[in-house]
């Protein structure tokens, strides 16, 4: 564009040719305006966008079916109903806060729990994205695991570890598992075993 300001809309592909937005661009950028974003060739998103991220009005879909509609602040979502799959109403969210849940691309329940200022913040579980079995469950802060959590094997559902989390990673005291019993007890850092264990 020789440095010009480009405005007007445009479609973006993956590398396999698949649509994967199409809307408004200024400077080669998702922008102010309406636009909307596909995955497998399903729309997942059809909304407002202002400097790259959802702001304003929009609604998410899993497999056609209506999942969240409300208003986004900064690519979260910030007040709205989210829906499960049979259209039955499952959470609502107030300016950022509340109970919600999210779901991977393929319909499978992502995570849930609770919300403020639209991040993950207070209890809440993750599960894997092929089975849908509960991989972890604990506190978050700032869409981060923080606290005390545990971390489950997605194949036979044994404990693999329990202790504290900062910032996504394991810190502090903790636990790890194998098989059902314990190989290591004593403190973490940065998601790694650091110092003594027992």
């Given at each position: 564009?020789n440095?010009?300001?480009?405005?007007?809309k445009?479609?973006?592909y993956?590398i396999?040719?698949?649509?994967?937005?199409?809307?408004?661009?200024?400077n080669?950028?998702?922008?102010?305006?309406k636009g909307?974003e596909?995955?497998?060739?399903k729309?997942?998103?059809e909304?407002e966008y202002l400097?790259?991220q959802?702001?304003?009005?929009?609604k998410?879909?899993?497999?056609y079916?209506?999942?969240?509609?409300?208003?986004?602040?900064?690519g979260?979502?910030?007040?709205?109903?989210?829906?499960n799959k049979?259209g039955?109403l499952?959470?609502?969210?107030?300016?950022?806060?509340?109970?919600g849940?999210e779901?991977?691309d393929n319909?499978?329940?992502?995570?849930e729990?609770?919300?403020l200022?639209?991040?993950r913040?207070?209890k809440g579980k993750e599960?894997d994205?092929?089975k849908?079995?509960l991989i972890?469950e604990?506190?978050y802060?700032n869409?981060k695991?923080?606290g005390?959590?545990?971390e489950?094997d997605?194949?036979?559902?044994d404990?693999i570890?329990?202790?504290e989390?900062l910032?996504g990673?394991?810190?502090?005291?903790?636990k790890?598992?194998?098989?059902?019993?314990?190989?290591?007890?004593?403190e973490y850092?940065?998601?790694?075993?650091?110092?003594?264990?027992?």
């Amino acid at each position: 564009m020789n440095g010009k300001r480009w405005k007007g809309k445009g479609k973006e592909y993956n590398i396999e040719g698949e649509l994967i937005f199409e809307g408004e661009y200024l400077n080669g950028q998702r922008w102010k305006g309406k636009g909307k974003e596909y995955n497998n060739y399903k729309l997942i998103f059809e909304g407002e966008y202002l400097t790259g991220q959802k702001n304003g009005k929009g609604k998410e879909y899993n497999n056609y079916s209506l999942i969240f509609e409300g208003e986004y602040l900064n690519g979260k979502r910030w007040n709205g109903k989210g829906y499960n799959k049979n259209g039955i109403l499952e959470f609502e969210i107030k300016n950022g806060n509340g109970k919600g849940k999210e779901y991977y691309d393929n319909g499978i329940l992502k995570f849930e729990g609770e919300y403020l200022d639209g991040e993950r913040n207070g209890k809440g579980k993750e599960y894997d994205s092929f089975k849908g079995k509960l991989i972890f469950e604990g506190e978050y802060l700032n869409g981060k695991r923080s606290g005390k959590g545990k971390e489950f094997d997605c194949y036979d559902k044994d404990i693999i570890y329990e202790g504290e989390y900062l910032d996504g990673e394991r810190n502090g005291k903790g636990k790890e598992y194998f098989g059902g019993k314990l190989i290591f007890e004593g403190e973490y850092l940065n998601g790694k075993r650091s110092g003594k264990g027992k």
